[in-house]
């Protein structure tokens, strides 16, 4: 199907509208809108960071999955306390596949679940005393973890348990870091205020624990990856990268990161950021009181794997320039052989992407590397300095949606026709069931990684896994059949 012009973009959009009532239709307008890639800033065009439209299907996390599910919770030595009822643990969970390297229930605890279980006697009586009696139980039960967070979940917030001080008290009794994390689901817009007041309590209660310490050995080419998660392994496929230009890799935040590696990283001379949305917040704070400058990189896609290595090094000495081309002139023959076995099978294919974090513009590049088009992005919980990064990357008059319902989405994927859908596992089934091919790209469906050379071999192998799959072939998709009777079979089955 050929793209769609500006104007008919436009009636689209106006015609999906036209379903809701008339106030939900003027707030839902706001957030859908047509790329124009002339406009400078996003707020022009379209508004985010606002509550969902209630009765909608919003696909968005809230505060608690923010802070546990992205920042604190691959911290692999650290236990965190989900500080509540035994769901919103139970549910977070080892949900995003951070790769980590130790041994579980020893010296890393990511797959663990570790939770106040909350009564109805919690409610009434506060769960103070059992948050304070579970911190001495896991000191018994797992002596070599390095510190203890406390992710609260809404009733802590609602009774006002005194999680600060209970924490307070145990940072004295066990001689370790415990960080109280006021990240109550209800707090907030969506997951985003979690990935803040997450940052905010390693602001508060982790970063200074070196300052004046003399005794890490320092170098001129000290990194720091921040807002990379090791989903499916990516960065450790980006760390290679950055070792073999020659920088050293003091920390990683936080996927396979540490408490150790978030202490040291005022020492470090830059921050890079993959993962803007969730961790600007705390870059900006170590700029402002550290000097510590950041920079954003992109690692999806040879073309922008170059862009950032260059970027990258363009602020270091000449070593270091010379060491990102040897590095790039070394995958080139790697990645070129993807592109050439891949590239004939995926060229003209075109793609909608709906997910959250970096994702609805990282990825563009990689897809167009393979001759492949993105044809409509959104973002669950960006903000307008997310829709400011991604217009320039996007063609004029294709789609930009902000916390798409699943209406709308669902809408705009009939008319538009793409080949391929991007989104998560909420969606990933209502499409296939569509008959139209779909990678859940919030942990990559299980494979991975993305990131870096090797992760682009592996990109391009699952778009053509699942673009080319024939079981597309065997989907009888009832609205695409044009006999009325197979139709109200299928309807009746």
């Known amino acids: 199907m050929a793209a769609l012009t500006r104007e008919e973009t436009e009636a689209l959009i106006q ?92 010296n890393t605890f990511g797959t663990m679940n570790f939770t106040s279980d909350f009564q109805e006697k919690d409610i009434v009586f506060g769960g103070d005393k059992k948050l304070a009696k579970i911190m001495n139980e896991i000191e018994q039960l797992f002596p070599l973890n390095k510190g203890i967070s406390i992710q609260s979940e809404c009733p802590i917030g609602l009774i006002g348990d005194d999680i600060e001080a209970v924490a307070k008290k145990a940072n004295k009794e066990i001689g370790k870091p415990v960080v109280p994390v006021r990240c109550e689901g209800f707090r907030g817009v969506s997951q985003s205020l979690g990935h803040h007041i997450a940052n905010d309590a390693i602001r508060d209660w982790v970063l200074e624990n070196r300052d004046g310490d003399e005794s890490f050995p ?106 990102a081309e040897k590095v790039i002139a070394k995958y080139e023959s790697e990645y070129q052989a993807v592109i050439d076995k891949y590239k004939p099978r995926l060229q003209g294919k075109r793609v909608m992407l709906y997910v959250g974090g970096l994702r609805p513009r990282h990825v563009i590049g990689a897809y167009e590397d393979l001759g492949m088009e993105v044809v409509g992005t959104g973002y669950e919980f960006g903000h307008n300095d997310d829709y400011d990064r991604t217009i320039k990357e996007m063609g004029n008059a294709t789609l930009i949606y902000d916390d798409v319902t699943g209406y709308e989405f669902e809408e705009f994927v009939k008319r538009v026709k793409p080949d391929l859908i991007g989104s998560g596992i909420k969606e990933k089934y209502i499409f296939q069931k569509m008959g139209i091919p779909f990678r859940q790209m919030h942990s990559w469906d299980y494979s991975g990684p993305y990131h870096g050379y090797d992760g682009f071999a592996i990109f391009a192998r699952d778009m053509d896994m699942t673009l080319n799959n024939p079981c597309w072939k065997q989907v009888n998709v009832p609205w695409k059949t044009a006999d009325s009777t197979k139709v109200a079979v299928a309807a009746g089955a």
């Open 15 to 106: 015609e999906v509208l036209e379903v809701y009532p008339e106030q939900a239709r003027k707030d839902r307008a706001k957030h859908l809108a047509v790329n124009d890639q002339s406009v400078e800033k996003s707020n022009k065009c379209i508004t985010s960071n606002r509550k969902s439209q209630p009765g909608t299907m919003t696909i968005r996390g809230c505060a608690y999955a923010g802070s546990k599910g992205v920042v604190w919770g691959p911290i692999k030595d650290m236990i965190h306390i989900s500080h509540g009822p035994v769901g919103c643990g139970q549910y977070s969970r080892a949900g995003r596949r951070n790769y980590y390297v130790g041994t579980t229930g020893i």
């Open 218 to 323: 320092t170098t001129p080419y000290d990194v720091a990856v921040i807002g990379d998660y090791n989903i499916g392994g990516d960065a450790w496929a980006s760390r290679t990268l950055l070792e073999e230009m020659g920088l050293r890799v003091v920390a990683q935040w936080s996927g396979d990161g540490t408490i150790a590696e978030m202490e040291k990283t005022p020492k470090v001379k830059l921050n890079l950021i993959h993962c803007y949305r969730s961790m600007n917040y705390i870059a900006r704070h170590m700029e402002e009181k550290y000097k510590i400058p950041w920079i954003e990189y992109n690692f999806f896609g040879p073309t922008k794997i170059a862009e950032s290595l260059r970027k990258i090094a363009a602020l270091f000495d000449e070593t270091i320039k010379a060491g």
